[in-house]
């Protein structure tokens, strides 16, 4: 069973803060995506990564995954209130033929 | 708007009652998921179509769930005999065949919210 673990599970700084999120596993993924999630809301897809030691940035946002593709970093600069929400990692693996979720890491930024 | 829908947004019923849920994916998405997500989890995965085809269950889906898409395009999910700890909240996904026929990325709908009472 593949099995992504996410920390910290809760999450709770001031507007203007820098944070990071990890997913971490055991397993290879052939790719990786993370999601933001608000509630009675589906996930949204953020980015996608795929290969190894490979770093996508969306604004803000910077996503790393893992040069051997079982860890992946997400590192948000200056949060701000809207970048509150449900952070789910979720890795895909061909095997598998589904995607994989982790437990998720509540952020919450404060005013 | 062409994203993924589902219908009902919420549904409230009595325990052993059935339910049916809807999910229209993207027009042009041939596979499709459904998940369900409890509160303070991520989504856990129960079946997946493509097209018409239902290619993988999860040991989640017991007996009392079906799930069709009998046309390769809207999907449904059919609960009998409704259980509290169906309580949760449903998700659909649809993902496209990107370049080099893989299905790497899922595009999720609203979710149903589903209370059994």
């Known amino acids: 069973t593949q099995l992504l673990e996410q920390s910290p599970q809760f999450l709770s700084i001031q507007e203007g803060e820098n944070l990071t999120v990890y997913c971490n596993s055991s397993?290879?993924?052939?790719?990786l995506q993370w999601y933001r999630q608000e509630p009675g809301e589906g996930p949204v897809l953020l980015v996608t990564?795929?290969?190894?030691?490979e770093v996508k940035k969306l604004k803000r946002l910077t996503f790393q995954f893992g040069d051997a593709r079982k860890d992946s970093s997400l590192h948000i600069t200056a949060a701000q209130t809207g970048d509150t929400g449900l952070y789910l990692c979720?890795?895909?693996?061909?095997?598998?033929?589904?995607?994989?979720f982790g437990s998720g890491t509540q952020l919450t930024v404060l005013p | 708007d062409t994203g993924v829908s589902q219908d009902p947004r919420h549904k409230i019923t009595k325990r052993g009652q059935n339910v049916t849920f809807r999910c229209d994916p993207i027009?042009?998405?041939?596979?499709l998921y459904w998940y369900r997500q409890t509160l303070g989890q991520g989504p856990e995965f129960l079946t997946y179509?493509?097209?018409?085809?239902?290619?993988?269950k999860s040991r989640l889906l017991s007996d009392r769930f079906s799930a069709e898409r009998p046309k390769g395009s809207f999907s449904t999910l059919e609960i009998q005999r409704t259980e509290q700890g169906d309580s949760a909240m449903y998700l659909c996904?649809?993902?496209?065949?990107?370049?080099?026929?893989?299905?790497?990325?899922?595009?999720f709908g609203p979710g149903t919210r589903l209370t059994v009472l």
């Open positions: 996904a649809s993902s496209p065949r990107l370049a080099g026929g893989q299905y790497n990325e899922q595009f």
């Open positions: 397993s290879v993924f052939s790719s």
């Open positions: 990564v795929v290969t190894g030691g």
């Open positions: 979720a890795g895909f693996s061909g095997s598998a033929r589904q995607l994989t």
């Open positions: 027009s042009e998405h041939n596979r």
């Open positions: 179509f493509q097209n018409e085809a239902q290619l993988e």
